[in-house]
C-alpha cells in the first residue's frame, strides 16, 4: 500500500512540475480529474503479472566441440529456440617438421579448439535446457543462472506512457495548451521510448538468454605434406658424380681454350723469357 501511494504521489509532481514549466491547464477541476486519473491507474497496474527476466551461463569441457555445437543448436530448435550467435575458433598451441625424405615432411601440430554460442530458449523450458545440455558435456567448469525482477520497471514505464498518451489527448481536445511545440515532439517520442521499453521487457520474460563455452582438450594432427626448402631437394650420388666428371671436362677445354685466345701474350712472355736468360748468360759474370 505504501508502495503505491508513493508511485500515485510522484505521478502528481510529475503532472505539476510539466505544468509550471511548459504546460497549463484551464481549470482546477481538470488539474483535480488528471490526479484521480493516475490514482486510479496506479492502482489498476500494480495487480499486472510478475515480469521475470531470466539469464543463465554455462562453461563446459566436452569431447568434440563441432558435434555438440550441432547437438546445442538441434536441441534449440526442438525447443523453439533460436542460435543468436555461434562461433568456433581452433588455435594452434605447437608444432613441429620432422623431416622424412628429401620431398616430404611430416608436419605434427597439437591445436585447441574451443566454441561460444548464444541462444534464446523460451523462458518456462529453460531449466529443462540447461539440463540437457550439461549432459554433453564431459564436466562442467561453472553454470549460473540469474532471474531479475522488471515488475516495477514495467509498471513504471506504463504509467509514464499512460501519463504521456493522457496529456496529448488533453492537448488534442483543448484541455490544456502547451506552451512550447518542441515539447509536444519529446513528449511523443517518450511515450515511443516507453513502449519500447516495456516490449524489450515482455520479449526478455518471454524468451531467456543462455551463454555458453565449451572446449575440447588438445589434438594431434599429423599431416605428410611436400618439403619447402630448395635446398633439401639433390639429386643421387652417382648422377651427381657423372655430372662433376662432365662439369670438370668442360671446364679443361674452358681453360685450354682461353689459353689459346692469349696466345700473343704467352709468345711475348717465352720471348722475354729468352732474351733475359741470353743476357744472363753473356754479361753477368760467374762468381769464383
Not at 491507474?41 to 554455462?58: R, S
Not at 626448402?229 to 671446364?251: C, E, T
Amino acid at each position: 500500500m505504501k508502495t503505491k501511494i508513493l508511485v500515485v504521489l510522484a505521478a502528481v509532481a510529475l503532472l505539476a512540475a510539466c505544468k509550471g514549466k511548459n504546460y497549463e491547464y484551464a481549470n482546477t477541476d481538470k488539474r483535480a480529474s488528471a490526479a484521480d486519473t493516475v490514482g486510479i491507474a496506479a492502482d489498476t497496474l500494480f495487480k499486472g503479472p510478475d515480469k521475470l527476466v531470466k539469464t543463465a551461463d554455462m562453461a563446459f569441457k566436452v569431447k568434440n566441440v563441432q558435434q555438440t555445437g550441432d547437438s546445442v543448436s538441434a536441441l534449440t530448435n526442438r525447443l523453439g529456440g533460436m542460435v543468436m550467435h555461434h562461433q568456433m575458433r581452433s588455435e594452434v598451441v605447437n608444432s613441429q617438421d620432422i623431416r622424412v625424405s628429401d620431398d616430404s615432411v611430416l608436419h605434427v601440430s597439437a591445436f585447441n579448439t574451443s566454441a561460444d554460442m548464444t541462444v534464446k530458449i523460451p523462458s518456462e523450458k529453460l531449466e529443462g535446457f540447461m539440463i540437457k545440455v550439461s549432459h554433453l558435456g564431459m564436466y562442467i567448469t561453472s553454470r549460473q543462472m540469474d532471474i531479475e525482477d522488471k515488475s516495477l520497471d514495467y509498471l513504471a514505464e506504463r504509467m509514464k506512457t499512460n501519463n504521456r498518451r493522457e496529456m496529448i489527448a488533453q492537448q488534442k481536445s483543448g484541455k490544456i495548451t502547451i506552451k512550447n511545440p518542441d515539447a509536444v515532439l519529446s513528449l511523443k517520442d517518450d511515450l515511443v521510448d516507453g513502449q519500447i521499453n516495456n516490449q524489450r521487457i515482455d520479449a526478455a520474460v518471454k524468451y531467456s538468454n543462455i551463454s555458453l563455452s565449451f572446449h575440447q582438450s588438445n589434438t594431434i594432427l599429423k599431416e605428410m605434406v611436400a618439403n619447402d626448402d630448395p635446398s633439401a631437394y639433390q639429386l643421387p650420388f652417382f648422377k651427381r658424380l657423372g655430372m662433376a666428371i662432365v662439369n670438370g671436362w668442360a671446364m679443361f677445354t674452358e681453360f685450354i681454350i682461353g689459353l689459346v685466345n692469349v696466345w700473343v701474350f704467352l709468345l711475348a712472355g717465352i720471348g722475354v723469357w729468352v732474351a733475359y736468360r741470353t743476357y744472363k748468360k753473356r754479361y753477368v759474370p760467374l762468381k769464383v
